[in-house]
């Protein structure tokens, strides 16, 4: 069974700092990686979506990688700034066509 | 196109009540997933369907909880009887399956039940 971790689980940060959030995946057979961002009370927005066969994809201040042989991706989030607060979490999809869920990363940027 | 679509956004009800939650998904996709999602545990999947079929329903967590998809446009949570260990955040997410080209996954605003 898939098992998704995030880490750091929350993340306090003064505006302008570059940030690096984590997600570590069990099952390396998967099909693609997908970064959202959660605003309180709202639903998921997809930021950054990356298949299995691509290393990084780049939208704006934000970077995703992906190193499907560890296990392993990172978002890098760019000089970061208060609209970025947020929870930022991961899903994988493999051959069972499910996303599954880390539990997220909760971010916060101070002025 | 408008996205996921989910209703109602808030739901209070008494233990006891039926429930249903609605849900049409993005047009042209052939995925529908429905994820629940609490503090304890975060998002947890309830059931996926591909082209109306119900795949995977082993997340539902008993008998008083049924889905259905009539049409591709269409979803459907029943929750009868509710319970207050119900109360959590229901989310529907569509996308659309091409063999291992899976594309984005789309989520719903959600709907928050209370049950009390």
């Known amino acids: 069974k898939q098992e998704v971790t995030q880490i750091p689980a929350a993340l306090s940060v003064p505006e302008g700092e570059n940030l690096v959030l984590n997600c570590s995946f069990t099952d390396s057979a998967i099909y693609n990686l997908q970064w959202f961002r959660q605003d309180p009370g709202k639903g998921l927005t997809s930021l950054l979506l990356?298949?299995?066969?691509?290393r990084e994809q780049t939208s704006g201040r934000l970077n995703a990688s992906l190193d499907k042989s560890s296990g392993r991706s990172t978002l890098y989030i760019a000089a970061s700034q208060p609209g970025d607060s947020a929870t930022y979490l991961c899903a994988v999809t493999g051959g069972s066509y499910i996303p599954t869920f880390g539990r997220g990363t909760s971010l916060i940027v101070h002025p | 196109d408008a996205g996921v679509i989910q209703s109602p956004r808030h739901e209070v009800t008494e233990m006891g009540q039926e429930v249903t939650l609605r849900c049409k998904p993005i047009?042209?996709?052939?995925?529908l997933f429905w994820y629940r999602q609490t503090m304890m545990r975060g998002l947890e999947l309830l059931i996926y369907f591909n082209n109306n079929v119900p795949i995977d329903d082993s997340g539902m967590p008993e008998d008083r909880f049924s889905a259905k998809m009539p049409n591709a446009s269409f979803s459907t949570l029943k929750i009868q009887p509710s319970e207050p260990r119900d109360s959590a955040v229901y989310f529907c997410?569509?996308?659309?399956?091409?063999?291992?080209?899976?594309?984005?996954?789309?989520f719903g605003q959600g709907t928050r039940l209370t049950v009390v």
């Open positions: 997410a569509s996308s659309l399956a091409r063999g291992r080209g899976y594309t984005e996954a789309f």
């Open positions: 990356i298949q299995s066969s691509q």
């Open positions: 047009s042209g996709h052939n995925s």
